[in-house]
């Protein structure tokens, strides 16, 4: 069984929150991942269980890879649909916060979302969580993923019986991708009893799998190929790695969001890889570079992340962004690497 997630104060303050809310809206991250995407359909999905019909807000485009989940037509893009989006936030009874720590991770959306009246409630496993005006803030780090942090909130609301596979695949979904297809910050025996109740709702847990990870394009095989021969650069007496995307690599390659999940965790299958880093050009602004990290055992990439990059995350897995050129960005994780070359030994 599970262990509450809720304080018996936040649990009732919550309960009386989403009953007394005549417009809800969900929202996440800027450069949605599974987790964010599947913990607002999967919240969604729950209200609707109590009779709410929420709407879903994301500040720009998700993988394509992640447009078989159930609900995702309904998702409305701000990016896309500023108007209609910034009228639903202004007008809306109550606010929920996914995945995300502050409020500059929605971007452009940030100052809409501020600018909103309603009280929020933020569910997050990231560190130092800081958003305005939450009435009731769930932030665990040792949790794998948002989406269990929903799982758990309601499972101890009593609500997870009354779910179906529209919770329960992108539930899973959200906790296979944020643990790379839970091979790192996921061996509590908690998450495997989640799954075991998730897939008591039918879900095909391996087409979900092959949903995500055999869902690439032939463009995408041919940016695998290229960055392991061309554009890695592995320092072996440091256990490091790290590779670069440039505009020209992302337009030769027919670059769109989400070809480049999970390339940063490739290096780390060469023996005895302990780091390894990204740098990916923005598309569209200059001098924007963002950076992706992975570790293995108790190597500390979100402390990389956030010396190095203006960024954080995980133990494990970590982000964050530099605004300079792509030489530049190597140059700063150069000098990262270094620092951290004893630890790295």
């Not at 780390?268 to 055992?297: A, H, T």
Request: proline share 4%; glycine share 8%.
């Amino acid at each position: 069984m599970l262990n509450d997630i809720l304080s018996p104060a936040d649990r009732d303050r919550l309960l009386s929150l989403i009953d007394g809310a005549g417009s809800i809206v969900l929202c996440c991250h800027v450069n949605p991942d599974g987790d964010a995407i599947g913990s607002c359909l999967g919240w969604a999905g729950y209200l609707r269980s109590r009779g709410k019909d929420p709407k879903i807000i994301i500040p720009d485009q998700y993988p394509d890879f992640l447009q078989w989940m159930p609900g995702t037509q309904n998702i409305i893009r701000y990016d896309k649909h500023k108007d209609e989006a910034d009228g639903l936030l202004a007008s809306a009874d109550l606010l929920f916060c996914l995945d995300f720590n502050q409020t500059s991770r929605t971007d452009a959306m940030a100052p809409a979302l501020e600018a909103s009246p309603a009280p929020r409630v933020l569910f997050d496993h990231h560190l130092s969580p800081d958003v305005p005006g939450c009435a009731v803030t769930v932030s665990d780090t040792s949790m794998c993923s948002t989406c269990e942090i929903v799982f758990r909130v309601v499972w101890q609301l009593g609500g997870f019986s009354e779910t179906d596979k529209t919770f329960a695949a992108p539930i899973y979904c959200g906790m296979m991708t944020d643990t790379g297809g839970f091979t790192y910050n996921s061996t509590r025996p908690e998450v495997y009893f989640i799954i075991s109740q998730l897939l008591t709702k039918g879900i095909d847990k391996d087409k979900i799998y092959r949903n995500v990870y055999n869902n690439y394009s032939e463009n995408r095989m041919r940016l695998v190929g290229y960055v392991l021969w061309r554009k890695l650069v592995v320092d072996s007496a440091r256990h490091a790695s790290y590779f670069t995307l440039t505009k020209r690599d992302l337009h030769d390659f027919h670059f769109i969001k989400g070809d480049a999940e999970g390339l940063v965790n490739m290096p780390l299958q060469i023996k005895g890889m302990k780091l390894s880093i990204s740098l990916r050009e923005d598309l569209y602004k200059d001098n924007l570079v963002w950076v992706s990290l992975r570790s293995v055992d108790d190597f500390p990439c979100n402390k990389v992340a956030e010396m190095f990059f203006n960024g954080g995350g995980h133990l494990n897995a970590s982000g964050g962004r530099l605004y300079c050129s792509i030489g530049e960005a190597v140059r700063v994780t150069r000098r990262a690497i270094e620092h951290f070359a004893d630890k790295l030994k």
